[in-house]
């Protein structure tokens, strides 16, 4: 595909325990698997608005701490809604939730301020409680790969 046919998927995590990570980079692989699909894959400390511009979908993988959104996705919220908002930048997104808890609280805050970004929701958030087992793997390849082969076919 020609530079400008290709697609671009921001996966952004934060990760304490290595549980969203781990999940991350399996959706990130999946989606790579993608034709037509660059993925760049950043922690939410290192991501910005020059990543939110670049792209073409978002997918954000979370974990729940002490039932709230995890300061580290939270800092990188906090430090892209307003550059985000001045350029009208309206994303597509999927979220992903590793907690320990039920990511109620999580998905909650996250929703609200998914409002004020005026991004939108193209999947079902998936929620993994504990530590990840096959299935939660499965889920987020199959979330990259979908979200990725949704991006290539314009359905998003």
Known sequence: MADSETKHLLIVY?????????????????????????VRLLRAAEAGTRDIIWCDGVLLFMPENFGALAGGMKDFFDRTFYPTLERELVRPYGVFVCTGNDGTAALNQWQRIAKGYAWRCVTDPVVCFGEPNADAFQQAEELGAGFAAGLVLGIF
């Open 14 to 38: 934060h990760s304490q325990s290595g549980r969203n990570e781990r999940l991350a980079y399996a959706a990130s692989a999946s989606a790579a698997a993608e034709s037509g699909v660059e």
